[in-house]
């Protein structure tokens, strides 16, 4: 299970995969067999800090192999 706090503070979610877009990155957050519901998690100055961020989340997974993980999205 992985919470994230968007980068604006005013979101956690319970986020079932990240993916960066460009500057942005965005968490699905539920699925149906024909739709996927995103949300932004953050945005940064450009896509090498976005995928920087998405690495740091990985290694906080994989610290955190057995219980709940929890991040908060970085300001900048």
Known sequence: MLWIITQN???LMNV?????KGKYIEGVVG??????WS????KYES???AKE???EIYKKI???????VT??????
């Open 9 to 11: 503070e005013e979101s």
């Open 16 to 20: 079932k995969e990240v993916t960066v």
């Open 31 to 36: 699925r149906s067999l024909i739709n996927e």
């Open 39 to 42: 949300k932004l998690l953050g």
């Open 47 to 49: 896509s090498k800090r």
């Open 53 to 55: 961020i998405i690495n």
């Open 62 to 68: 994989e610290e955190e192999k057995d219980s709940p």
């Open 71 to 76: 991040f908060t999205m970085p300001k900048k």
